[in-house]
């Protein structure tokens, strides 16, 4: 029952998140627009001490930054509207567990995520010539679809943090704060030093960093793989601590 139950909320999460037009298109439409914006009429300029080209370092920054729309700007909000509907209490008189709820949210955002990054990396194939050797492609988008637990957590432990008036306001200075310092919009590398030590311990560069890693023909470093499964363990648990916080009060 428990299992039903779960199912039937994820199949409605997801159904949701489709039909939702203006999500989809900054979810996945924008992010591919922005890429061929930043990325301009650059040849084989290298961005900084990364070896990359402009095209191949903002193809994964863009690509991220979707990640980051779809499960931050849908996660939090949503939840938060519906705890202040009283959707969430309502779920919970039902045989669903309350982890179903959270996974559902989840794979709402992952249905989303998927062709975020696909649809960046077909733009900068067509368009801007992007050349990867085939495993490059699959552990690139791979790797990016799985980073992006991390931020799904903090997605839902904002919604459970944040009444609704004030979700979107929080929501919206923490996706562009880690974005523009963890070096989605431009390189750290333009940032004053004590900014660069900074932005090298936030998710969102250590999260670039596993494409940037992919794309140079290596494995992800070891000290970013850590830096992201740290900030899952910390967004995963606050999460869980305030989804347990909020169903004491109902």
């Known amino acids: 029952m428990n299992t039903l139950a779960s199912r039937s909320l994820i ?10 037009k203006r999500f989809m298109f900054f979810s996945v439409i924008y992010p591919a627009g922005l890429f061929l914006l930043i990325s301009g009429s650059a040849g084989s300029q290298k961005i900084g001490d990364t070896g990359l ?12 930054f979707g990640v ?38 989840i794979a709402s955002a992952a249905t989303v995520t998927l062709p975020a990054i696909v649809v960046v990396e ?13 495993w490059q492609w699959i552990a690139l988008s791979v790797a ?15 919604g459970y943090l944040v009444n609704g008036d004030a979700v979107r306001p929080v929501t919206m200075l923490i996706y562009f704060g880690l974005s523009i310092l963890g ?6 590398t333009v940032f004053p030093q004590w900014l660069q030590n900074i932005a090298k311990w936030l998710p969102t ?27 899952l363990v910390v967004f995963g648990g606050g999460a869980a601590w305030l989804y347990r916080k909020d169903s004491l009060k109902a």
């Open 11 to 20: 199949k409605l999460e997801i159904t949701r998140t489709l039909r939702n």
């Open 53 to 64: 080209s402009m095209q191949l370092y903002f193809m994964v920054s863009m690509a991220s």
């Open 68 to 105: 980051l729309t779809a499960v931050l700007m849908g996660n939090s909000e949503r939840i938060s509207k519906e705890r202040e509907k009283g959707w969430v209490r309502q779920l919970r008189l039902t045989a669903l567990p309350g982890h179903g709820y959270v996974l559902a949210k």
């Open 122 to 134: 077909l733009v900068a194939a067509i368009f801007k010539g992007v050349r990867l050797e085939a």
């Open 144 to 158: 990016i679809w799985a980073g992006s637990l991390v931020f799904a957590a903090l997605g839902v432990a904002i």
């Open 183 to 188: 070096g989605l919009w431009m390189p750290a």
């Open 205 to 231: 560069s250590a999260y670039a960093a596993l494409g940037h890693a992919i794309e140079a023909g290596g494995a992800p470093h070891a000290r970013d793989l850590a830096v992201l499964v740290g900030y």
